[in-house]
């Protein structure tokens, strides 16, 4: 069965680190995102991306990146882990912009 | 920025009652989907009602869509333990200018069925 896997699961680190969080999909969909959720905030659209070598901005984006370079992958890096991006984090793919979206079982980060 | 949000925040209701949760957006919408989210567990896609629907069914779920009022309701008939989740609403919206939609997410109604 096709499915979206994210990796790690939960991840620890300190301020200032690089950390990037995987996101694999073979579900063949062109539209991959990814999200953050914050209790009082539900969730929030970081980057999306509609296919290969293409990226956009979401709404919260600053201090985050995201690269395609195939379609089933879609890492997201914090350049330089802050406290404040401590979240849950859920990457989640579709077939069309506004259509279904398929969700992975997100990763818990903690930046100390 | 968010395009929807849903009423109440949390109920409680016990097994077998039914709960309705209510979602209200501010745009023109072509479609408005509702997602479960168990603790601890990523969304799961429970239903679509386009913009020319006024209902739609799927197994105890009903959703209805009043697009002159922009809201939506979620009714969840006959309930469980296992209803027992965060639900949110989900409608597009253009962060980048006309014809890039993508979904927006309320921050969620959280059901408590108890046994």
């Known amino acids: 069965d096709a499915e979206i896997t994210q990796s790690p699961r939960h991840k620890i680190t300190e301020t200032g680190r690089q950390v990037t969080l995987a996101c694999h999909q073979t579900w063949n969909h062109n539209n991959m995102f990814w999200y953050r959720q914050d209790l009082g905030h539900g969730l929030r659209l970081i980057h999306y991306?509609?296919?290969?070598?293409?990226?956009n901005k979401g709404e919260v984006s600053d201090g985050y990146s995201v690269s395609r370079s195939n379609t089933e992958d879609l890492p997201l890096t914090l350049e330089s882990a802050a406290s404040s991006q401590t979240s849950v984090y859920f990457c989640?793919?579709?077939?069309?912009?506004?259509?279904?979206?398929?969700f992975g079982a997100g990763t818990r980060l903690s930046v100390l | 920025s968010q395009q929807g949000e849903e009423d109440p925040q949390a109920l409680s209701i016990q097994e077998g009652e039914n709960a309705t949760m209510n979602c209200s957006y501010k745009?023109?919408?072509?479609?408005l989907q509702w997602y479960r989210q168990n603790s601890g567990r990523g969304l799961v896609h429970l239903i679509l009602i386009r913009s020319n629907e006024r209902e739609k069914h799927s197994g105890r779920l009903r959703v209805t869509l009043d697009t002159s009022k922009k809201s939506s309701s979620l009714l969840i008939t006959a309930s469980r333990a296992a209803d027992t989740a965060s639900y949110f609403c989900?409608?597009?919206?253009?962060?980048?200018?006309?014809?890039?939609?993508?979904?927006?997410f309320g921050k969620g109604t959280k059901l408590s069925v108890i046994p």
């Open positions: 991306s509609y296919g290969v070598q293409d990226t």
């Open positions: 989900a409608t597009p919206y253009a962060y980048s200018g006309a014809g890039s939609y993508q979904l927006t």
């Open positions: 989640a793919s579709s077939v069309s912009l506004e259509g279904i979206q398929y």
């Open positions: 745009t023109s919408i072509n479609n």
